[in-house]
């Protein structure tokens, strides 16, 4: 249903699509000016059918594609918080202090053996790519 009023918006012309020129003429509206090559361009690069036009099913991927970058961008904060050393890594030490601030206590080998069930590389400690399939 949003997906479809913000299609609805964007559609001035009523035909269930929207052509560079109602992306270009909307976006104005709302503070953005771009050339209608660059629009152009933007709707070729989502256009699924090749018609020059984004339909409803391209406004929900380009719209779900945004939440999914805002999910990379919150697990690679959470990531961070994890990797307090700023190696790029969750070393066992790092992730028993983490633990430790969120109130639970582990070992060193407990937290050893924690990112061992996620370390796919073996290397004993995890990458962010890592923990981003943990987190999935």
Do not use: H, W
Not at 21 to 39: D, H, P, T, W, Y
Not at 55 to 76: A, H, V, W, Y
Not at 82 to 90: A, K, L, P, Q
């Amino acid at each position: 249903m949003e997906f479809e009023r913000v299609l609805s918006y964007f559609d001035e012309d009523g035909d269930g699509k929207i052509s560079p020129n109602e992306l270009r003429s909307r976006m104005a509206k709302i503070g953005g000016e771009f050339q209608l090559k660059e629009v152009e361009i933007a709707i070729e690069a989502l256009d699924s059918d090749g018609d020059g036009l984004l339909s409803l099913g391209d406004l929900i991927t380009l719209m779900e594609s945004g939440g999914e970058e805002e999910k990379l961008k919150d697990l690679r904060e959470a990531f961070e918080m994890y990797d307090n050393e700023g190696c790029g890594f969750i070393t066992p030490k790092s992730l028993k202090r983490m633990l430790k601030k969120l109130g639970d206590s582990k070992s060193i080998e407990e937290c050893k053996l924690m990112i061992k069930r996620f370390d796919l590389d073996g290397d004993g400690v995890l990458s962010f790519e890592e923990f981003r399939i943990m987190m999935d």
